[in-house]
């Protein structure tokens, strides 16, 4: 997951990253024994669902690469 | 007392001591796993065995829930699918599990079970992370590259051998298993080289000396109550 960030922090997310950071956040909430493991991920799953758009904005620009 | 609950629609009736796990497997329904074994105890440790209960949003370890009259239970679920596909995805991520040149190649757990769950490519990044190899037991060896900290090595030292020199150190991505107070396992006074923790190993992790590429076979029969999921399956 940190790492997925640091991608996005340097301008270099893809669109699979965002859809990759979902799937695990799902499952490391899902699937934790103790409460630790079961809500560390909502900071992540929290600025995915209020600030979308700011990993939105950088993301690695393919049209412009092209 | 016999409680009576439902595994995927079935009706199935458990002793007081059984877990969903137990259950499941004597009534031939497929739960993967990579920590349980039998005549061990349960840690729950890789959370492959999740099954998800009604009315419970968390999905929980099979392996150490014990069921309750009346609950229905289901193992194989398409969101259950996805956690397990993960899990093996990260478990993979996380070593350097190169199966080409590992003793066991063939003849391990973790890669059975990525094939039984159709694991045919990694969406993650590996970690390639710089691990150890201790070979300074005369026998043994153990290769950290390999280990996924399954502790079964460290629960049958410590319940059945009654040497305990296993022990896991660390945290997150940095633990790792340990032979007495990290020591060189070969200086270990203790250690009374019975080759327990080899044969339950599920991965190439620990293994014997002297071994080729694929060479390395786990002899499970020389503990005759331990039955692995691989064993039942063959």
Known sequence: ?66 | MTKTFKIDGIDVSAADDQTILQVARERGIFIPTLCYLEGLSFVGACRLCVVEIDGNPNPVSACATFPQEGMEVRTNTERLQGYRRLILEMLFAEGNHVCAVCVVNGHCELQWLANKLGMNYNSLENFNPAKKVDASHYRFAIDHNRCILCTRCVRVCDEIERAHIWDVMGRGVNSKVITELNQPWGESLNCTSCGKCINVCPTGALFKKSKAVAEMEKDTQFLRYFSNLWEVEK
């Open chain 1, 1 to 66: 997951m940190h790492h997925i960030l640091t991608k996005f922090s340097n301008h270099e997310g893809t669109p699979q990253d965002i859809a990759l950071l979902e799937r695990l956040c799902d499952m490391v909430k899902y699937t934790s024994l103790c409460g630790l493991g079961q809500s560390s991920p909502n900071a992540v799953v929290s600025t995915l669902r209020f600030f979308r758009d700011e990993y939105e904005a950088r993301m690695l620009e393919m049209e412009g690469a092209r």
